[in-house]
Nanobody, 120 residues
Framework: QVQLVESGGGLVQPGGSLRLSCAAS????????MGWYRQAPGKQRELVAV???????NYADSVKGRFTISRENAKNTVYLQMNSLKPEDAAVYYC??????????????WGQGTQVTVSS
């Protein structure tokens, strides 16, 4: 079975920084796109950033210039460096990865979510 485990959330003051990590484990053959999404109370889950297996990235307009997504393929891990955090960045952050395994093939997997709170 494939699973994604996130870490790095917490409480930070406005203007502060956090780094999220998401590690994939299990019977993995390859990982395609990896991304971060977030969901604030009463809102729909939204894309924050995505990175392809080749390292191309895409960001939501609201985080461009403040967040950086990266990945370490040897560790099956994706990171999200979040700087200059704003109260509106507060949400549960989820990682998602498109993973090919022996069984059941290629699927999207989600992490369990990690809470990010931005407050003074």
């Amino acid at each position: 079975q494939v699973q994604l485990v996130e870490s790095g959330g917490g409480l930070v003051q406005p203007g502060g920084s956090l780094r999220l990590s998401c590690a994939a484990s299990g019977s993995i053959l390859s990982i395609n796109d990896m991304g971060w999404y977030r969901q604030a109370p009463g809102k729909q889950r939204e894309l924050v950033a995505v990175i392809t297996s080749g390292g191309s990235t895409n960001y939501a307009d609201s985080v461009k210039g403040r967040f950086t997504i990266s990945r370490e393929n040897a560790k099956n891990t994706v990171y999200l460096q979040m700087n200059s955090l704003k109260p509106e960045d507060a949400a549960v952050y989820y990682c998602k990865a498109n993973i090919r395994s022996w069984y059941p093939g290629t699927l999207d997997y989600w992490g369990q979510g990690t809470q990010v709170t931005v407050s003074s």
